[in-house]
């Protein structure tokens, strides 16, 4: 029982390509990201859903739209991929509360396996 | 700007080796220092620290934070080559942010 899965796990593709990568968490987490790992292991994070609102928004290239159907469920799409956006995606699910109530074990993020993309 | 900053960047030790690991934050809004272990996948949880002063362990780990000189430190005493990976600290500022810093690349040679 997986408790955060991305799909697809490599992705290699073309420059220019419009691509997408899913990501579904089944631990009943309200807060959903998606960080992306570079060559030197520097995870960054890209974005951030609480029930399916968008709350946290780094300054990524609007190429790159995250959507969220449900608690569930965020998904990144990203159009006209360049060579810069080669990296591991690593999806990642937080239990925080809609209200804002912060318990111990509200902190820990668990993380998806990761969906390695490569632009040629 | 928010800040974590790991060190030392890589560590290379023999097995049995005891080896101390650093994490220094400059957050806005401190809730939490997060330590995590990545091997070939996804990074896997260690330890959560939000008190200073308190040690937390598990086995061979262990980790401690202060919160008046903005750092934390793990420890991990006679290592393993099972021990051999990147070594993740997260520091959560706000409601919902984490940022993590650049990581602690450790190789233990048999």
């Known amino acids: 029982d997986t408790a955060v899965s991305q799909t697809p796990k490599y992705l290699v593709t073309q420059m220019g390509n419009d691509k997408s990568i899913k990501c579904e968490q089944n631990?009943?987490?309200?807060?959903m990201y998606w960080y992306k790992q570079d060559s030197k292991k520097f995870l960054k994070i890209m974005f951030s859903?609480?029930?399916?609102?968008?709350?946290i928004n780094e300054t990524v290239p609007n190429r790159f739209s995250p959507k969220s159907p449900d608690k569930a469920h965020l998904n990144l799409h990203i159009n006209s991929l360049e060579l810069g956006d080669s990296a591991v995606y690593f999806c990642a699910s937080s239990p925080y509360a809609s209200s804002g109530r912060v318990g111990a074990g509200a902190n820990v993020l668990t993380f998806g396996a990761g969906s390695r993309l490569t632009v040629l | 700007e928010d800040k974590v900053v790991q060190s030392p960047l890589s560590l290379v030790v023999h097995e049995g080796d005891t080896v101390t690991l650093n994490c220094s934050y400059e957050v806005t809004n401190f809730r939490s220092l997060l330590w995590y272990k990545q091997e070939k996948k996804a990074p896997t949880f260690l330890f959560m620290l939000?008190?200073?002063?308190i040690e937390k362990k598990s086995g061979r780990l262990s980790s401690i934070l202060d919160k008046k000189e903005l750092f934390s430190i793990l420890n991990i005493t006679a290592t393993q080559t099972g021990d051999s990976a990147i070594y993740l600290c997260?520091?959560?500022?706000?409601?919902?942010?984490?940022?993590f810093g650049t990581g602690t690349r450790l190789k233990v040679l048999a």
């Open positions: 997260a520091v959560g500022s706000g409601t919902y942010k984490y940022i």
């Open positions: 859903y609480n029930n399916k609102e968008l709350i």
């Open positions: 939000t008190s200073s002063g």
């Open positions: 631990l009943g987490h309200d807060t």
